[in-house]
Protein backbone atom coordinates (compact mmCIF):
# COMPACT_ATOMS: atom_id res chain seq x y z
CA UNK A 1 0.00 0.00 0.00
CA UNK A 2 1.84 3.27 -1.05
CA UNK A 3 0.28 5.58 1.55
CA UNK A 4 -0.53 9.17 0.80
CA UNK A 5 0.29 11.56 3.28
CA UNK A 6 -0.52 15.34 3.60
CA UNK A 7 0.11 17.72 6.75
CA UNK A 8 -1.88 20.33 7.52
CA UNK A 9 -1.61 22.46 10.76
CA UNK A 10 -4.25 24.98 11.51
CA UNK A 11 -1.99 27.74 12.72
CA UNK A 12 0.05 29.77 9.93
CA UNK A 13 1.58 33.58 11.43
CA UNK A 14 2.95 34.06 7.66
CA UNK A 15 -0.26 33.52 5.56
CA UNK A 16 -3.34 33.31 8.61
CA UNK A 17 -4.86 30.20 7.53
CA UNK A 18 -2.96 29.33 4.28
CA UNK A 19 -3.68 25.69 4.10
CA UNK A 20 -7.56 26.13 3.19
CA UNK A 21 -7.23 29.46 1.77
CA UNK A 22 -8.93 29.89 -1.56
CA UNK A 23 -6.14 29.44 -4.54
CA UNK A 24 -7.76 29.86 -8.26
CA UNK A 25 -11.17 28.57 -7.60
CA UNK A 26 -9.75 26.10 -4.44
CA UNK A 27 -8.38 25.42 -1.07
CA UNK A 28 -4.98 25.22 -1.28
CA UNK A 29 -5.08 22.01 0.19
CA UNK A 30 -6.80 20.72 -2.58
CA UNK A 31 -3.73 20.98 -5.05
CA UNK A 32 -1.76 18.48 -3.57
CA UNK A 33 -5.08 16.32 -1.86
CA UNK A 34 -6.33 15.90 -5.14
CA UNK A 35 -3.40 14.64 -6.94
CA UNK A 36 -3.15 12.39 -4.17
CA UNK A 37 -6.80 10.60 -4.23
CA UNK A 38 -6.43 10.92 -8.60
CA UNK A 39 -3.14 9.09 -8.35
CA UNK A 40 -3.12 5.47 -9.84
CA UNK A 41 -0.55 4.40 -7.48
CA UNK A 42 -1.94 5.88 -4.30
CA UNK A 43 -3.96 3.50 -2.55
CA UNK A 44 -4.77 5.24 0.26
CA UNK A 45 -4.71 9.17 1.55
CA UNK A 46 -4.96 10.22 4.95
CA UNK A 47 -4.77 14.11 6.35
CA UNK A 48 -3.48 14.55 9.66
CA UNK A 49 -4.48 18.43 11.03
CA UNK A 50 -5.61 20.28 14.08
CA UNK A 51 -8.79 21.87 12.31
CA UNK A 52 -11.67 20.21 12.71
CA UNK A 53 -13.15 21.92 8.90
CA UNK A 54 -9.71 20.26 7.58
CA UNK A 55 -10.39 17.13 8.39
CA UNK A 56 -13.88 16.87 7.79
CA UNK A 57 -13.29 18.32 3.97
CA UNK A 58 -10.74 15.60 3.94
CA UNK A 59 -12.95 12.83 5.13
CA UNK A 60 -15.36 13.48 2.89
CA UNK A 61 -13.09 13.95 -0.14
CA UNK A 62 -11.93 10.11 0.65
CA UNK A 63 -9.27 10.47 3.02
CA UNK A 64 -8.82 8.09 6.09
CA UNK A 65 -10.49 8.57 9.31
CA UNK A 66 -8.01 8.86 11.96
CA UNK A 67 -8.91 11.67 14.32
CA UNK A 68 -7.58 15.45 15.14
CA UNK A 69 -3.82 15.65 15.00
CA UNK A 70 -2.27 14.84 18.88
CA UNK A 71 -1.88 18.78 20.84
CA UNK A 72 1.46 17.74 21.13
CA UNK A 73 2.14 17.37 17.05
CA UNK A 74 0.50 20.82 16.61
CA UNK A 75 2.78 23.20 17.56
CA UNK A 76 5.34 25.78 15.83
CA UNK A 77 8.40 23.82 17.18
CA UNK A 78 6.65 20.26 16.48
CA UNK A 79 8.61 18.33 14.13
CA UNK A 80 7.53 16.80 10.63
CA UNK A 81 8.95 13.39 11.45
CA UNK A 82 7.21 12.60 14.54
CA UNK A 83 4.13 14.01 12.33
CA UNK A 84 4.85 11.61 9.80
CA UNK A 85 5.19 9.02 12.31
CA UNK A 86 2.19 9.83 13.61
CA UNK A 87 -0.12 9.90 10.60
CA UNK A 88 0.96 6.63 9.30
CA UNK A 89 0.43 4.22 12.42
CA UNK A 90 -3.06 5.67 12.90
CA UNK A 91 -3.84 5.09 8.90
CA UNK A 92 -2.69 1.97 8.86
CA UNK A 93 -4.75 0.89 11.91
CA UNK A 94 -7.79 2.65 10.08
CA UNK A 95 -6.90 0.63 6.60
CA UNK A 96 -5.89 -2.50 8.07
CA UNK A 97 -2.90 -3.15 6.65
CA UNK A 98 0.84 -2.05 6.44
CA UNK A 99 2.24 0.77 4.19
CA UNK A 100 4.83 -0.89 1.51
CA UNK A 101 5.49 3.38 1.17
CA UNK A 102 4.97 6.69 2.89
CA UNK A 103 4.59 9.72 0.21
CA UNK A 104 4.10 13.23 1.97
CA UNK A 105 2.77 16.22 -0.24
CA UNK A 106 3.56 19.29 0.97
CA UNK A 107 0.35 21.24 0.95
CA UNK A 108 2.20 24.86 0.39
CA UNK A 109 3.84 23.56 -2.90
CA UNK A 110 1.05 23.17 -5.09
CA UNK A 111 2.56 23.98 -8.37
CA UNK A 112 4.02 20.44 -8.47
CA UNK A 113 2.40 18.21 -11.12
CA UNK A 114 1.18 14.53 -11.17
CA UNK A 115 4.24 13.46 -13.22
CA UNK A 116 6.67 15.05 -10.51
CA UNK A 117 4.88 12.18 -7.90
CA UNK A 118 5.39 9.07 -10.57
CA UNK A 119 8.49 9.97 -10.85
CA UNK A 120 9.48 10.03 -6.95
CA UNK A 121 7.36 7.02 -6.29
CA UNK A 122 9.59 5.54 -9.34
CA UNK A 123 12.93 6.13 -8.19
CA UNK A 124 12.14 5.12 -5.07
CA UNK A 125 11.01 1.78 -5.78
CA UNK A 126 14.04 1.34 -8.14
CA UNK A 127 17.04 2.47 -5.83
CA UNK A 128 15.32 1.46 -2.68
CA UNK A 129 16.42 4.14 -0.69
CA UNK A 130 15.58 4.80 3.23
CA UNK A 131 13.97 8.40 1.26
CA UNK A 132 13.29 10.58 -1.68
CA UNK A 133 13.25 14.33 -1.33
CA UNK A 134 12.30 16.68 -3.80
CA UNK A 135 15.17 19.28 -4.46
CA UNK A 136 15.70 21.92 -7.31
CA UNK A 137 18.93 23.12 -8.13
CA UNK A 138 20.16 26.01 -5.54
CA UNK A 139 20.18 29.59 -6.85
CA UNK A 140 23.08 30.09 -5.14
CA UNK A 141 26.01 28.13 -4.66
CA UNK A 142 28.83 28.15 -1.23
CA UNK A 143 31.25 27.14 -2.92
CA UNK A 144 31.17 29.88 -5.60
CA UNK A 145 28.52 33.48 -4.54
CA UNK A 146 27.84 31.92 -0.62
CA UNK A 147 30.04 34.54 1.35
CA UNK A 148 30.06 34.89 5.30
CA UNK A 149 31.75 37.18 7.59
CA UNK A 150 35.10 35.75 9.24
CA UNK A 151 36.07 36.66 12.80
CA UNK A 152 37.64 40.19 11.27
CA UNK A 153 33.98 40.50 9.61
CA UNK A 154 35.65 40.19 6.57
CA UNK A 155 33.61 38.59 3.85
CA UNK A 156 34.50 35.14 2.59
CA UNK A 157 33.34 32.30 0.40
CA UNK A 158 31.38 29.77 2.92
CA UNK A 159 32.87 26.73 1.39
CA UNK A 160 36.33 27.77 -0.25
CA UNK A 161 38.23 25.51 -1.94
CA UNK A 162 41.77 24.79 -3.46
CA UNK A 163 42.72 27.24 -5.85
CA UNK A 164 38.73 28.79 -5.61
CA UNK A 165 35.94 28.72 -7.82
CA UNK A 166 35.61 31.02 -10.70
CA UNK A 167 32.96 30.17 -12.34
CA UNK A 168 29.47 28.77 -11.10
CA UNK A 169 29.36 26.12 -13.65
CA UNK A 170 32.58 24.57 -11.93
CA UNK A 171 31.30 24.83 -8.12
CA UNK A 172 30.27 21.00 -7.17
CA UNK A 173 26.59 20.67 -7.14
CA UNK A 174 24.36 21.88 -4.65
CA UNK A 175 20.42 21.39 -4.19
CA UNK A 176 18.13 23.16 -2.39
CA UNK A 177 15.42 21.30 0.02
CA UNK A 178 12.06 21.44 -1.69
CA UNK A 179 9.39 20.80 0.27
CA UNK A 180 7.01 19.81 -1.96
CA UNK A 181 7.42 15.92 -2.56
CA UNK A 182 8.67 12.67 -0.50
CA UNK A 183 8.75 8.97 -0.63
CA UNK A 184 9.56 7.35 2.47
CA UNK A 185 10.35 3.35 3.14
CA UNK A 186 7.94 2.59 6.50
CA UNK A 187 10.77 0.94 8.24
CA UNK A 188 12.84 3.91 8.00
CA UNK A 189 10.07 6.06 9.12
CA UNK A 190 9.32 4.10 12.52
CA UNK A 191 13.02 3.50 13.64
CA UNK A 192 14.65 6.70 12.86
CA UNK A 193 14.24 10.08 14.71
CA UNK A 194 15.51 13.02 12.19
CA UNK A 195 15.04 12.68 8.22
CA UNK A 196 19.30 12.20 7.23
CA UNK A 197 20.23 9.10 9.54
CA UNK A 198 20.20 6.92 6.19
CA UNK A 199 20.58 6.82 2.65
CA UNK A 200 18.34 10.05 1.23
CA UNK A 201 18.23 10.73 -2.44
CA UNK A 202 17.48 13.73 -4.29
CA UNK A 203 14.56 13.71 -6.80
CA UNK A 204 15.32 16.95 -9.01
CA UNK A 205 12.19 18.81 -9.68
CA UNK A 206 12.04 22.63 -11.70
CA UNK A 207 12.52 25.77 -9.33
CA UNK A 208 9.48 27.03 -10.54
CA UNK A 209 7.09 23.94 -9.10
CA UNK A 210 8.83 24.16 -5.43
CA UNK A 211 8.03 26.80 -4.22
CA UNK A 212 6.80 27.13 -0.99
CA UNK A 213 4.06 29.51 0.56
CA UNK A 214 5.13 30.70 3.55
CA UNK A 215 4.52 34.22 3.17
CA UNK A 216 1.95 36.86 1.36
CA UNK A 217 4.42 37.07 -1.25
CA UNK A 218 4.64 33.80 -1.92
CA UNK A 219 0.98 33.55 -1.94
CA UNK A 220 0.73 36.14 -4.67
CA UNK A 221 3.83 34.61 -6.90
CA UNK A 222 1.82 30.91 -6.42
CA UNK A 223 -1.52 32.30 -7.64
CA UNK A 224 0.17 34.27 -10.35
CA UNK A 225 1.97 31.66 -11.87
CA UNK A 226 -1.23 28.80 -11.23
CA UNK A 227 -3.35 31.32 -12.96
CA UNK A 228 -1.15 31.43 -15.39
CA UNK A 229 -0.69 27.51 -16.06
CA UNK A 230 -4.24 27.00 -15.42
CA UNK A 231 -5.00 29.69 -18.68
CA UNK A 232 -7.14 31.86 -16.31
CA UNK A 233 -7.34 35.42 -16.51
CA UNK A 234 -5.57 38.26 -14.33
Avoid at 45 to 50: L, Q
Avoid at 55 to 69: C, D, S
Avoid at 159 to 183: C, D, I, N
Wanted: proline share 7%; net charge negative.
Amino acid sequence: MILGHIGARKGSKGVPGKNFKDLCGKPMIDWSLDQLLEHPQVEAVVVSTDDEAIYEHAIAKGALQIGLRPAELATDAAPKWGVWQHAMAAAEAAAGRAATAFLDLDCTSPLRHSSDISGAIDLFLKEAPDMVMSVCEARKNPYFNLVEPDETGALQVSKPLPGGVWARQAAPTVYEHAASTYVVAPEYLRRAKTIYEGRVIPFEMPPERCIDVDSPFDFKLVEMLLREELGQDG
